[in-house]
Every structure is written in C-alpha cells, then in structure tokens.
C-alpha cells in the first residue's frame, strides 16, 4: 500500500503562483509513474499533469501546457506540481496519483484509470 498526502493548495489571485507537493509514504520502494488530476462539482475528474518514475518524461493537459512544470524528487518521494499564470478555471480539488510501473519501461499516464493509489486532495481556489 501508498499512502499520498498532498499539500500547498489554497487561495491565489489570478495570474498568480502555487506549488503543489504530494508526498507518498508506505511502500516506496516499488516504481511509480505520478500524476496530478482535478475536479469540480458536478465534474469529471480531469487529467493535469502525469511524470514518469526517473521523471525523464512528463505529459500536460492542453489547458496547463506551459504554465504548471510537473517534477519529482524520488530520494524524498516527493512529486512537486508548480503552477503559474494561474487562471480562476483552475479552481478544483487537485489529487495526486500513483501508478505502479516497470522501471525499465518508463512512461506515464493521463488516464485516471491507470492509476492505483490516491491521495485525499488539495482545495485550489483562484480568484479573479
């Protein structure tokens, strides 16, 4: 079992900055792939950002290219979800995610599905 505990959500203006951290405890010493998804009421839980086990590889929704970096320190099992340029549609619950991989395989995944292990989530409300 994985234990994921996000933190950093909360209030921002838009056009402002907020660090997303998700810190997995338990079994770690197996790959994972992470990935960040978000939901609004009456929403489907949307796909963020997702980054594979080294973090050499790193995939982004359409709406959060080039403003959000998705990036991971494995010696603190920490996956980091830095977001700019905020926008109050970014508004959402925000959960990290754990998907067990082969570490020779590499890769990562924007299905929720996908996914084995979630975290509780982090309220992120921008303001306009």
């Known amino acids: 079992q994985v234990q994921l505990l996000e933190s950093g959500g909360g209030l921002a203006q838009a056009g402002g900055s907020l660090r997303l951290s998700c810190v997995a405890s338990g079994r770690t010493s197996r790959a994972y792939a992470m990935g960040w998804f978000r939901q609004v009421p009456g929403k489907e839980r949307e796909f963020v950002a997702a980054i594979s086990w080294s973090g050499g590889s790193t995939g982004y929704a359409d709406s959060v290219k080039g403003r959000f970096t998705l990036s991971r320190d494995n010696a603190k099992n920490t996956v980091y979800l830095q977001m700019h340029s905020l926008k109050p549609e970014d508004t959402a619950v925000y959960y990290c995610?754990?998907?067990?991989?082969?570490?020779?395989?590499?890769?990562?995944?924007?299905?929720?599905?996908?996914?084995?292990?979630w975290g509780q989530g982090t309220q992120v409300t921008v303001s306009s």
């Open positions: 995610a754990a998907a067990s991989v082969n570490p020779y395989r590499g890769g990562y995944y924007s299905s929720a599905n996908e996914y084995d292990y």
